[in-house]
């Protein structure tokens, strides 16, 4: 049948020469190249991405995003997605891409090696890359340390009247009450957040900055807040009336979270990929992926910056940070059913 | 086949246009019907009530705001005189340059306890428990205020000053007074101008959820995100967003029923009016009212950013800013030009048929206003995704391909379209219903027709309508985030992507630098059009 064969070829030339005229806007990567969807805020991760590039000749290309759309748009894109590694902050994050399927399990001696087991996934689907303490500050003027002990103490009623919290819809003070509700159950961990509310000097704030700002000012004479955003306001102003302490040190320890990574589901440049968080992992990236933002190094075998470590060694709970994700919505629910806003 | 085409022309035109707005909302309505049983309990019995009662609040305080900020202010400046008039005139669209959420932690950072404000105060008093705090329902319903006024008082100053002298003449030969005039007269035809001022301005306050979050007030958009971020439900989230859309939608066609089918025509050419000049007290008051306006919905947050950008200009200032700049201009000059035309063809394609079906089009396609940001932008990816995923399996099966559409220039700015039509087209569309029916049969006894006569009748007509249009597109298009970078090709940083960087990071102090960078280009389209048109 040659019309047929006529017909078949025509059809077929016309899918060509919409695939030539489509190519025009296919985009694919470079074999070498490694695509990074970050969550992560740009000025503190291009840095290090940077100096990869500088050392192995390799590109590095970022679409940074808020974590919730980047992994929308993983799920959406699927096996055509362009992502080899998927970058963000909070483990309760990385929990939630892991939960979506959206990771594949890494074997890597030396990630395993670099990254404390309490930091990164169970099945090796993500890896911590920078740890987050977050604990309790005081105004150095109006408080002693001794009156201080733990999450818990925050809760008590000789804090009526001055405690000054960030929004309860902040994943950082979510995950720490999931932590808690992990460690001490959720009806001491209920009882402990209503504490907190009735505690309260005012309203919730809208970032950990604000509640520093507050303890400063008088506002509050205690709060919590992760410990980088002290560190930017102490390197610009030492004078800063205002101290951290090492929270539950008699108990389990100081609340712990990661910034963290883990190769895509679909990646087209696994092998690279796998050495980028190899990279990471390694003395020389770990220094600079904490110090850029006064974090601490999740290899142990790395110091912390000069500042943050003025601030003395603590007891790190180490539960797995997973927990963060595993128990969010649950404390989510329960910070809702206390009426922290 | 001609005569059908003649008879569905406008339907499809318009039919075509609401696409880009409908397959979003179907995306987002139709991939979420089944409501998640535990999350909808908790929902209902600890957040709804509060919430409901709160966004009653703020729509409700943030209508009252926009109007007492922008009428009478688009009134004073079209038909009095008064010392700085002429100033005022443009300086008081200056605030549509700054995002509500830049606007809000500028506030917030003066007047809460730890600001500046308070802390000079506390020097000289024993403590500031007697000032009103600023994280409160009025302070975040003045902040918004702040910010979105210029919606209306841009549109109502466009009514007041096209309405032709006639019409207030006619008032004073009745023996009505210029303010007598302004409620009898003026107002009511202005309502077109001012209701469509209005409806943008809330359904900004109820996408909005930057500036709330800042304020840590519990808003639509709060809950929203609530369910998706930290009870990981995308699907309640999508569910509560539909909710959200039925809500303005209903909102929007009760306004339109109120409107019935009064025109707004305009007696006469617009033959500018005669300005009266204010004298003595009245003088002072006028210019009094538009200065603490100007100054607190523009001098003070601005002169807070640029004390920050000071702070953070050595670790700020460099060449990519240039970048991030030149990035913002040219996307917000095309998109702004795109939908503009696409606004004034939908306009025109209303005025043509006139029908309900072409009015229900045109609703629809102007919904995307009022869907919070972040939802549209899944709702505006997924699509676009599963097409590239087909169009790879049909084309490039087995190649070294991730993308064929999505990550370019054509589809960021569709992607706008969806977004940002409603501010074109209330504009445009306030514009078009000031030609006159007979003005276009007069044309049409000369022989136009079809697209002849929009380009030769409308067009000039238009002029002031399309040019308001293209501003207020532009500087929404420079402060939007979620759109930008959900659909962003690699490398296609803006102004806004980097002032999102830096937010969410805390530090506000580095986020004014780019801040200020996106007001100041932003005011570059305010000043030409003011020069262009300082309408009578």
Partial sequence: MPDNGLL????????????????????????????????????LIKPLFDAYSKETGVAIKVISDKEGPLMERLKAEGSNSPADIFLTVDAGNLWKADDMGLFQPVKSAVLNGNIPANLRDPDNNWFGLSVRARTIFYNKNTVKPAQLASYEDLASPKWKGKLCLRSSKNVYNQSLVATMIADIGPVATERMVKGWVNNLATAPFGNDNAVLEAIAAGQCDVGMANTYYYGRIVAKNPAFPVSPFWANQAGKGTHVNVSGAGVVRYAKNVKGAVKLLEWLSS????????????????????????????????KHNLINVKVAGSKQAEAVMLMDRVGYK | ????????????????????????????????????????????????????????WLVLGVAAGVLLLGVPLAWLVAVYDFPGRKHFNWALMLPLAMPAYVMAFTQVGL????????????????????????????????VMSLAFYPYVYLLARNAFSTMGRRALEVGQTLGLSRSAGFWHIALPMARPWIMGGLILALMETLADFGTVSIFNFDAFTTAIYKAWFSLFSLDTAKQLASLLVALIFVMVVLEQYARGRRAYVQAGRAAPLPRLRLAGVRAWLASGYALLVLALAFVLPFGQLLVWSWGALEQEWNEALFGYALRSVTLSMMAALMIVSIALLLSYARRRDGGALVRLLARVATLGYAVPGTVLAVGIFVPIAWLDNVLIEQFFAGQDVTAVLKGTLAVMLLAYVSRFLAVGYSAVDAAMNRITRS??????????????????????????????????????????????????????????????????????DQAALPAVVLVLVGLIPTLLLSRQKDVA
Wanted: hydrophobic share 50%; aromatic share 10%.
């Fill in chain 2, 1 to 56: 086949m001609p005569s059908v085409f003649r008879r569905w022309r406008w339907p499809l035109v318009a039919l075509l246009i609401s696409l880009l707005t409908l397959i979003p909302l179907a995306v987002i309505v139709l991939s979420s019907l089944t409501p998640d049983p535990v999350i909808w309990q908790h929902l209902l019995d600890y957040a709804l009530p509060e919430l409901l009662n709160n966004t009653l």
């Fill in chain 1, 8 to 43: 078949r070829s025509v059809t077929v030339n016309k899918k060509v020469l919409l695939a030539s005229l489509l190519a025009v806007f296919a985009g694919s990567a470079a074999a070498e190249e490694i695509v990074v969807y970050s969550s992560r805020a740009e000025q």
């Fill in chain 1, 283 to 314: 003395d020389k990236a770990q220094n600079m992926f904490a110090d850029v933002n006064f974090e601490y190094p999740a290899n142990p075998k790395v110091k912390a910056d000069a500042l943050v470590a003025s601030w003395g060694n603590f």
């Fill in chain 2, 439 to 508: 003005q276009e049969e007069a044309a049409r006894n000369l022989g136009y027709s079809g697209f002849a006569l929009l380009r030769h009748v409308h067009l000039p007509l238009l002029q002031g309508g399309l040019l308001t249009g293209v501003l207020m597109v532009f500087v929404d298009v420079m402060k939007e985030m979620p759109i930008t970078m959900m659909t962003r090709p690699f490398g296609w940083d803006t102004l806004a992507v980097r002032i999102y960087g830096l937010t969410s990071e805390g530090v506000f």
């Fill in chain 2, 111 to 142: 007047f809460d306890f730890s600001g500046p404000v308070q802390t000079l105060l506390r020097a000289h008093f024993d403590n500031t428990r007697w000032f009103p705090p600023i994280r409160s329902t009025g302070g975040l319903v003045l």
